[in-house]
T-cell receptor, first 111, second 116 residues
Framework: KQEVTQIPAALSVPEGENLVLNCSFTDSAIYNLQWFRQDPGKGLTSLLLIQSSQREQTSGRLNASLDKSSGRSTLYIAASQPGDSATYLCAVGYNNNDMRFGAGTRLTVKP | DTEVTQTPKHLVMGMTNKKSLKCEQHMGHRAMYWYKQKAKKPPELMFVYSYEKLSINESVPSRFSPECPNSSLLNLHLHALQPEDSALYLC???????????????FGEGSRLTVL
């Protein structure tokens, strides 16, 4: 059974800090990995998608890396802002359109 | 258009009611998903339709019945639910890559269900 783990469960940082969120998965036979943001009571917004053949993807202040062999991905957020406060979820894509989520990291950026 | 539209946004139902949640996408995606999310928990996969056929059923109780009438629509029929079924129900779609390999997921805003 595929398991996806996110560390830390919660993180609080002052505005302006750079930070790293971690995602690990037990089954390395993945096709892709996707990072999402979720605001309270809302749906999920896609941030970055990394295909299994890629090492990283960048969008603005966000950079996601993937090490498939070690079963790890990181989401790096540069110069954090209070508007970045949300829950960040990673989801791992397997064959047969199977997509499994980690429990998320709840980020608070303090002004 | 990268939208997945879910209706209704909120639904309150009794344990003897029959209701349906609806999901629509016009991105030409051929995989559609239902996830259930309880408060402060990650989304849990319920069902996946690939090319309008049910490809994943995560041992969901039969009081939840999915339906995919065409490639743009996905329904979740609800009957005889329990209060513990109260949750946010999220629909998503993706375009499979190279057959059945998972593509990028796009989510709707969800339907918040309360069972009394």
């Amino acid at each position: 059974k595929q398991e996806v783990t996110q560390i830390p469960a919660a993180l609080s940082v002052p505005e302006g800090e750079n930070l790293v969120l971690n995602c690990s998965f037990t089954d390395s036979a993945i096709y892709n990995l996707q990072w999402f943001r979720q605001d309270p009571g809302k749906g999920l917004t896609s941030l970055l998608l990394i295909q299994s053949s890629q090492r990283e993807q960048t969008s603005g202040r966000l950079n996601a890396s993937l090490d498939k062999s070690s079963g790890r991905s990181t989401l790096y957020i540069a110069a954090s802002q209070p508007g970045d406060s949300a829950t960040y979820l990673c989801a791992v894509g397997y064959n047969n359109n199977d997509m499994r989520f980690g429990a998320g990291t709840r980020l608070t950026v303090k002004p | 258009d990268t939208e997945v539209t879910q209706t209704p946004k909120h639904l309150v139902m009794g344990m003897t009611n029959k209701k349906s949640l609806k999901c629509e996408q016009h991105m030409g995606h051929r995989a559609m998903y239902w996830y259930k999310q309880k408060a402060k928990k990650p989304p849990e996969l319920m069902f996946v339709y690939s090319y309008e056929k049910l490809s994943i059923n995560e041992s969901v109780p039969s009081r939840f019945s999915p339906e995919c009438p065409n490639s743009s629509l996905l329904n979740l029929h609800l009957h005889a639910l329990q209060p513990e079924d109260s949750a946010l129900y999220l629909c998503a779609s993706s375009q499979p890559r190279e057959g059945l390999n998972t593509g990028e997921l796009f989510f709707g805003e969800g339907s918040r269900l309360t069972v009394l």
